[in-house]
């Protein structure tokens, strides 16, 4: 699967962003991100699993931030609300060919495909 993300950049504490996935090649069953801050190691951050439709946070974005898709386009969006500078990471989209349980998400291992990583700020 190749994966193409946009949409990152620079905005200020309380601002909101949309990132963009746009997945094509093989078939998958779940779509998600995860994020990488400097020096940190990557972190799962939510994940929506196509058959069903069933959409999972990290307890940090939760409230903020919304996983969704496009069929059509074979996209998967982030939405991040209430954006705060600890939200600072390179964002990752990643796929994977297994309908994942929500306590495999949180392991990168489990996941098969990984975009190139688009990188968001936020400033105070």
């Known amino acids: 699967v190749q994966l193409q993300a946009s949409g990152g950049g620079l905005v200020q504490v309380g601002d909101s962003m949309r990132l963009s996935c746009t997945a094509s090649?093989?078939?998958?069953?779940?779509m998600g991100w995860f994020r990488q801050a400097p020096g940190q190691e990557r972190e799962f951050v939510a994940g929506?699993?196509?058959?069903?439709?069933?959409?999972f946070y990290s307890g940090s974005v939760k409230g903020r931030f919304t996983i969704s898709r496009d069929n059509a386009k074979n996209t998967v969006y982030l939405q991040m609300n209430s954006l705060k500078p600890g939200d600072t990471a390179v964002y990752y989209c990643?796929?994977?060919?297994?309908?994942?349980?929500?306590?495999?998400?949180?392991?990168?291992?489990?996941?098969?495909?990984w975009g190139q990583g688009t990188q968001v700020t936020v400033s105070s």
């Open positions: 090649g093989r078939t998958f069953a779940t």
């Open positions: 929506l699993r196509l058959s069903g439709g069933s959409k």
């Open positions: 990643t796929t994977s060919r297994s309908s994942l349980i929500m306590s495999s998400m949180w392991s990168s291992e489990s996941w098969h495909d």
